[in-house]
Structures are given as C-alpha cells and as structure tokens.
C-alpha cells in the first residue's frame, strides 16, 4: 500500500522560510509532487521528484531522498497569499496518485 | 488553453435524482480523471482514464458511472446518491498517465446530496 505522512499545520511569518516535511511508504514509488491549494480552489502544481536532489522554481524548491523516503517543500521570503494547504503527492508504477493529508500553512505578518 | 472547466460549479440533488458532471480540456492531453475531496482532505482519486479508456476504478460505487465520449470531455453521472456523496468532485488532466505528469485540475462541482 501506500501513504505519505506530512505536518497538519505549519505557522511561519511573512518574510521567513518553511520547510514541509512528507515521509511516505510505497510500493514501486515513482516521484513525489507538490500541489497547492487555497481555500475554495482547484490543487495547483508546484514541483516534481523523481530523482534524489533539490528541484527549484522561483520562490519554491523540493528536495528528495529515496533512501530515507522523505522529502520537503521549501518556501522561500513567504507572502501572505502563500497561505494555503499544500499536499505531497506519491505515484507508482501503476499510475496512481495517492495524496498525503495535507499541510494547513498559516502565515503571519 | 490551459485550463480544464467543469459544470455545473454547485449541484444540489435528492437521492432519487440522476444527475451529471461534466469536464472539459483542449490541451491535447490524454489522460483524464475524477476525484473526489472531502473538507480539510486531501482528494482521492475515483477514476482515471488513458486515451479514452477506463483504466483505474479505485472501487467505487455504481452509483457513480465515468464516461469519456471523446479525448476533451469526461462526464460523471450520478445515480442514487447518498448523503455522505457530498463533496467537492474534481475533473483533472494530464499529458499521459504516468506519475511525472502534472495534473491540471478544474475548479470542481460542489456536490450536496440531500
């Protein structure tokens, strides 16, 4: 089977960095993504792993490592409309995408 | 074109209604899916199509029938719904079914089952 575990609530402060972790067990694991989503709206996609390392796009990054079958989210010089829940997402060889149950950020000016 | 739309944006329906949301894309892309995301959850996945065809059904209920009539447009017909079938009922789409593929999602269906 598989599940991916991630913080329910992270706070940080405008301006500063967060980092949200996402442990995952998965059978013939095949990357790890990062969506986002405000209140109300449609997931959003961030980022994708496939490979042990840091990815970055602008403000955000995501890291891997499939040994220790983690990864995080980093935000960088966070704003107030990064204010939103933020899901891992795990696929495998069999095409499915399972989703963690999502990290509330709560940001403060 | 970017953007994957779906209709109705709320439905509310009784048990014995038949109802059907609809979901559209025109980004070539030929893998397409239902999900299903309960408040303050993460979305569960229902069905994925690939090139038209049915290819995961994650168990659910026949009250909830997929179909694909072509390669833009996915529907979810409703049939006998039970209250806990309230939910919002998102369409996604991706350039092929293989876990690297981004998933575009639509704004959903806001579904209330009375």
């Known amino acids: 089977g598989q599940s991916l575990e991630q913080p329910s609530e992270v706070t940080a402060v405008e301006g500063a960095i967060v980092q949200i972790n996402c442990t995952y067990q998965?059978?013939?694991?095949?990357?790890l993504s990062w969506y986002q989503q405000h209140d109300g709206g449609a997931p959003t996609f961030l980022s994708y792993?496939?490979?042990?390392g840091l990815e970055e796009t602008g403000r955000f990054s995501s890291f891997l490592s499939r040994s220790d079958s983690y990864g995080y989210l980093l935000l960088q010089e966070l704003q107030m409309k990064d204010s939103a829940s933020y899901f891992c997402a795990g696929g495998n060889r069999d095409d499915k995408i399972i989703f963690g149950k999502g990290t509330r950020l709560h940001i403060l000016p | 074109d970017t953007e994957v739309t779906q209709t109705p944006k709320h439905l509310v329906m009784g048990m014995t209604n038949k109802k059907s949301l609809k979901c559209e894309q025109h980004m070539g892309h030929r893998a397409m899916y239902w999900y299903k995301q309960k408040a303050k959850k993460p979305p569960e996945l229902m069905f994925v199509y690939s090139y038209e065809k049915l290819s995961i059904n994650e168990s659910v209920p026949s009250r909830f029938s997929p179909e694909c009539p072509n390669s833009s447009l996915l529907n979810l017909h409703l049939h006998a719904l039970q209250p806990e079938d309230s939910a919002l009922y998102l369409c996604?789409?991706?350039?092929?079914?293989?876990?690297?593929?981004?998933?575009?999602f639509g704004p959903g269906t806001r579904l209330t089952v009375l």
């Open positions: 792993n496939a490979l042990d």
């Open positions: 996604a789409s991706s350039l092929g079914t293989s876990a690297n593929n981004e998933q575009f």
């Open positions: 998965t059978s013939g694991f095949y990357g």
